[in-house]
């Protein structure tokens, strides 16, 4: 990787991560003269990076209105997660077949951290855990289209549950107690099993993403009600 595709995919991250974080919110055209200056960087360079983080649905890129973040509708949410209750169906799938010694250590250990984030009610680390683990199993899965589909989708699945950090520590023990039946599954070597609570898992997140979604949408329009007065 040259340096320059190595500052595009920099600037990329940099961008994704305040539109997963919620700085940068639905509709909001992104200020390319702002980030650049903001990295020190050339707007030539912000445009590259734009093309990158558009790839992961973070953004839309229309004809002389620039990059626009991407709305983010109960319908929109819903099809992420039937889309990423498929791929990651076939994840979890294909690590229950293909897994070998060392490679169950690090499932276990995986377990144990998620274990530790439920305890201490930290809601992003132990998505991530779970999220970023499955993203790093390409040897495993051995399949680089259904790895490169996952990755395009993180972000988003990303942007999603940073609406749920403020669920109640029952509704992230909730959301271990099924990934912990995924996990047995896959150890067991019980594939079908496995797609099957995932799938279940990946419901549970939508519904606590469409929850937040709903209660941020009232906030907003009783701010906009109020404002009208």
Known sequence: MDEADSLSEHIAKHIS??????????????????????????????????????????IEIFPRRGAIVSEMSAQQVRALFDTSAL?????VQRISETWRNYEADAVQQLLGKLI??????????FYDGVFKFLAQQQEMVNNQYLMKFYNELLPSIRRSYFLTLNI???????????????????????SQQATLFMED???HLRNLVLESLARMKQIELAWARRSRR
């Open 116 to 125: 530790e984030h439920v305890k201490q009610g930290n809601t992003e680390k």
């Open 168 to 190: 109640s520590r029952r509704e992230l023990q909730e959301a271990l107690e099924l990934l912990k039946l995924v996990i047995d599954a896959i150890l067991s070597r019980k």
């Open 17 to 58: 991560e305040q539109i997963i974080s919620g700085d940068l919110v639905e509709g909001e055209r992104i200020q390319e003269l702002r980030i650049a200056k903001e990295l020190d960087v050339s707007r030539g360079s912000v445009r590259e990076a734009l093309l990158l983080v558009e790839r992961t649905h973070l």
């Open 87 to 91: 791929i990651l169906g076939q994840i």
């Open 201 to 203: 898992f990946c419901r």
